[in-house]
């Protein structure tokens, strides 16, 4: 049972274009929502999060968008560069669990065409 | 800073025997993680620790084997390595002040068992 979805394994968009990664999940305990970026041979770093409280947060080229009633989330990054080719984590956490739990969707790698 | 660091970097197992991966975390954040990776796959918890003295099984604890003697240590043990243990292993911390807690990651052990 994946609670964490990334339907699409790839997305490759042009330098300077908008790069937006998708996410959905099924359950309705998740709290947080979180983005991590993972270059190869690299361990995940985070990126940005959203409460499940808001619609949107905002870092600089990155924004994240929550649709709490189609449990979805996605990630804007505008303008793209070639060093966001990497591969983008969707996480989610459980507020039963609190900090212990995190579920991760399959990643969606991001190539970005100079 | 080092962050959270894991060694070894790269490991080959025969079947049947054991290891121990090491990780450790100079941030002084209360709890730690292990995860895989399989190739396609998010990251599965393995098991975590919300503090000294104190953990916990994750989604996927089966062959391994935990222990929190400090807080900045966290090994993770196999006995009797199988081939369905191959895989990326990441270690991870946070620190639980509210919020979405990120977590941050080593940049992982790739393990080979045959």
């Known amino acids: 049972d994946q609670q964490v979805k990334q339907n699409s394994p790839s997305l490759s968009v042009q330098e300077g274009r908008i790069s937006i990664l998708n996410c959905d999940y099924t359950?309705?305990?998740?709290?947080?929502f979180l983005w991590y970026k993972k270059y190869p041979a690299e361990g995940p770093t985070f990126l940005i999060s959203?409460?499940?409280?808001?619609d949107k947060n905002e870092d600089g080229r990155f924004t994240v968008f929550l649709n709490k009633s189609a449990k979805h989330l996605s990630l804007h990054i505008v303008p793209s560069q070639p060093g966001d080719s990497a591969v983008y984590f969707c996480?989610?956490?459980?507020?039963?669990?609190?900090?212990?739990?995190?579920?991760f969707g399959t990643g969606t790698r991001l190539t970005i065409i100079p | 800073n080092a962050g959270v660091t894991q060694t070894p970097k790269f490991r080959i197992l025969k079947i049947g025997q054991s290891m121990t991966l090491q990780c450790t975390q100079d941030?002084?954040?209360?709890?730690m993680y292990w995860y895989r990776q399989d190739p396609g796959m998010g990251l599965k918890l393995i098991y975590y620790?919300?503090?000294?003295?104190?953990?916990d099984k994750g989604e996927v604890p089966n062959g391994y084997n935990v222990s929190r003697s400090t807080t900045e240590d966290f090994p993770l043990r196999l006995e009797l390595a199988a081939p369905s243990q191959t895989s990326v292993y990441f270690c991870?911390?946070?620190?639980?002040?509210?919020?979405?807690?990120?977590?941050?990651f080593g940049p992982g052990t790739r393990l080979t068992v045959t």
């Open positions: 991870a911390s946070s620190y639980s002040i509210g919020g979405a807690a990120e977590q941050y």
């Open positions: 359950n309705s305990m998740f709290d947080y």
């Open positions: 959203i409460s499940s409280i808001k």
């Open positions: 996480a989610a956490r459980n507020k039963d669990f609190g900090n212990e739990k995190l579920t």
């Open positions: 941030m002084n954040h209360n709890y």
């Open positions: 620790s919300v503090g000294a003295g104190i953990t």
